[in-house]
C-alpha cells in the first residue's frame, strides 16, 4: 500500500485544528518517572513530528531502566526504527525501509507494542501517516510478554525528544516539530485512534481529536498549548519535566498549519 500523502505548506482549513508544536532543538528533552502500568505488556506511541533531516538518530520517545534495559522510538540514517535492550542483550530492532526524507512534512508515526501476541511479527507494528509498515532492513521482534519500558513501573523513566533512561543518561536527542504526543499505557491501538483521512483531498492523512481516549495509568497526551509548561499533560496525569525548554519552544507550525521551509536535500552553489 502507497505511503498516504503528507501535509504540504499552508493551513487545511476545516474539521480539528492542531494549535502548537514543540521545537526539539537536539539539546532540549521532556521526562517523567512512571508509576504502576495499566499493563506493562502493552503500548501505543503516537505523534506527528516534522523531523531534522539527518543521519544522526533523533528520537522521538524512550524509556528505560539502565545501559541495559532500555527502549527507542526513533529515526536513524533517516529511517524509522524501534530499538531495545533487555538484560543487556539486543532483543528489539524493528526498522523500516522507508526513508523520512521531505523536511518540509509532517509525518504521524505510530508504534503499537503488545507482547502478548503469539505471532512475534504481530508484537511490534510500526505505522506511518495511517499506513502499516511492511518492509524492514531489521525484524528482530520481543519475546512473547516481555515488558514495554515506555509504561513498565515505577524502576523506569520514560523521555519525550531524547534517548534516555532512569540512570540519567542521555543521548540522541531529537530534533524537530513535535506534535499532539500520545502515549497509551494498556492498549495497542492503530492510527485509526489518531487521525482519519481529509473527506475534501483523496488520500491525505490528517490528526483527530483524541481527548477521548483512554491513556491508562503511565499514558499521557502533549498538545503543547501551555507554553508556560510545555510538559503538561492534557490528560491529567503527572507533568512531564522540561530540560532546556521554555516558551519561546512554542510553535504554531503544525499538521494543520504547516509551514514553508527551506529544503536542505536540495544545495546550490555559485
Known sequence: MPLALVYPANTLSGGFEVANSCRFN???????????????????????????????RNTFVSGGIDGDNYQKFRTANDGFSFYGNHSGSNNLHVECNRMLRDPAAFYHVVMAFDSTQATSSNR?????????????????YPAEDAICYFNSAST??????????????????????????????????????????SETTP??????????????NNGFYLDFEDSSNLG???NGGTDLTAVSLDATDQATDTPTNNFCTLNPLFKSGA
Open 26 to 56: 537536539g539539546d532540549a528533552y521532556l521526562h517523567k518517572q512512571l508509576g504502576t502500568a495499566t499493563n506493562n505488556k502493552k503500548c501505543t506511541v503516537s505523534l506527528w513530528v516534522k523531523p531534522q533531516v539527518s543521519d544522526t
Open 124 to 140: 511490534i507494528k510500526l505505522y506511518v501517516n495511517g499506513v502499516q509498515e511492511t518492509s524492514f532492513n531489521n525484524a528482530t
Open 156 to 197: 523506569s523513566d520514560i523521555f519525550v525528544g531524547a534517548f534516555g533512561r532512569q540512570d540519567d543518561t542521555i543521548g540522541e536527542q531529537g530534533e524537530g516539530y513535535f506534535s499532539e504526543v500520545c502515549v497509551i499505557d494498556g492498549l495497542a491501538l492503530t492510527p485509526t485512534s489518531f487521525g482519519e483521512y
Open 203 to 216: 488520500g491525505l492523512w490528517k490528526p483527530i481529536d483524541v481527548s477521548g481516549l483512554t491513556f491508562g
Open 232 to 234: 503538561n499533560d492534557v
